[in-house]
């Protein structure tokens, strides 16, 4: 992929719909960021992240949306500010990851337990970074209108449909053999696309157990 291709891609995740809806490659959380400079730094950890894996990438695992504790700050879907900063080789390489959160909202900098939960298992059964990518149906992340920016909530019809243009784009830039969806809405929006994926537990709630199982009797059918 060119620079121009992957510029492009990341341009179309400018046109996120309105409402309870935060972009965080093109907009500033006024409360929580460090300051404008922010979604420029999500957008180039995206960049990086998904330019080390095209081509070597096995495994896509899409997730519901992206969450408060993950992207909204990290700008790489279900990857935490913690984990980028502590695993740094792991996840990007090229250059130095930066937390976009002010440090007196989060001293440590937000950790999300689905990111957690997935980066450890699938690194845990032998799956090398830059052999899974991971992704959103719905590619930003949906709050809380009530609770503010540091809230998660499900989005809605009208929002999943808005994201599965997105969805389709980056499942062409992966065309992998195993596609893994993480819960029953994210299965959904790969059916509507007419994509085949092994639907398993959302790690959330309770499910980390199953999931874990799961996923790693989909990793034995790759090797």
């Given at each position: 992929?060119?620079?121009?291709?992957?510029?492009?891609?990341?341009?179309?995740?400018?046109?996120?719909?309105?409402?309870?809806?935060?972009?965080?490659?093109?907009?500033?959380?006024?409360?929580?960021?460090?300051?404008?400079?922010?979604?420029?730094?999500?957008?180039?950890?995206?960049?990086?992240?998904?330019?080390e894996r095209l081509g070597r990438a096995k495994?896509?695992?899409?997730?519901?949306?992206?969450?408060?504790?993950?992207?909204?700050?990290?700008?790489?879907?279900?990857?935490?500010?913690?984990?980028?900063?502590?695993?740094?080789?792991?996840?990007?390489?090229?250059?130095?990851?930066?937390?976009?959160?002010?440090?007196?909202?989060?001293?440590?900098?937000?950790?999300?337990?689905?990111?957690?939960?997935?980066?450890g298992a699938l690194l845990k059964i032998g799956?090398?970074?830059?052999?899974?990518?991971?992704?959103?149906?719905?590619?930003?992340?949906?709050?809380?209108?009530?609770?503010?920016?540091?809230?998660?909530?499900?989005?809605?019809?009208s929002e999943q449909l808005s994201g599965r243009?997105?969805?389709?784009?980056?499942?062409?830039?992966?065309?992998?053999?195993?596609?893994?969806?993480?819960?029953?809405?994210?299965?959904?929006?790969?059916?509507?696309?007419?994509?085949?994926?092994?639907?398993?537990?959302?790690?959330?709630?309770?499910?980390?157990?199953?999931?874990?199982?799961?996923?790693?009797?989909?990793?034995?059918?790759?090797?």
């Amino acid at each position: 992929m060119s620079r121009k291709q992957l510029d492009r891609f990341v341009q179309r995740l400018k046109a996120s719909p309105s409402g309870a809806v935060f972009n965080p490659w093109w907009e500033v959380d006024p409360e929580n960021d460090i300051g404008r400079i922010a979604p420029i730094i999500r957008r180039q950890q995206l960049r990086a992240y998904v330019q080390e894996r095209l081509g070597r990438a096995k495994l896509v695992v899409i997730g519901e949306a992206l969450g408060y504790r993950g992207g909204h700050f990290s700008g790489i879907p279900m990857t935490s500010e913690r984990m980028l900063l502590r695993k740094q080789r792991h996840i990007i390489a090229g250059i130095k990851p930066r937390r976009t959160s002010k440090p007196s909202v989060c001293p440590n900098g937000f950790s999300e337990p689905t990111a957690t939960i997935v980066w450890g298992a699938l690194l845990k059964i032998g799956v090398l970074p830059d052999e899974f990518v991971l992704w959103n149906a719905f590619p930003w992340h949906s709050f809380d209108p009530h609770r503010g920016l540091l809230s998660n909530r499900m989005p809605n019809k009208s929002e999943q449909l808005s994201g599965r243009p997105v969805l389709k784009d980056f499942l062409e830039l992966f065309p992998c053999e195993q596609i893994v969806a993480l819960g029953k809405i994210a299965g959904a929006q790969l059916e509507q696309l007419g994509v085949h994926a092994h639907c398993v537990r959302h790690p959330a709630s309770g499910g980390a157990r199953l999931f874990r199982q799961q996923i790693a009797k989909i990793v034995n059918r790759l090797t």
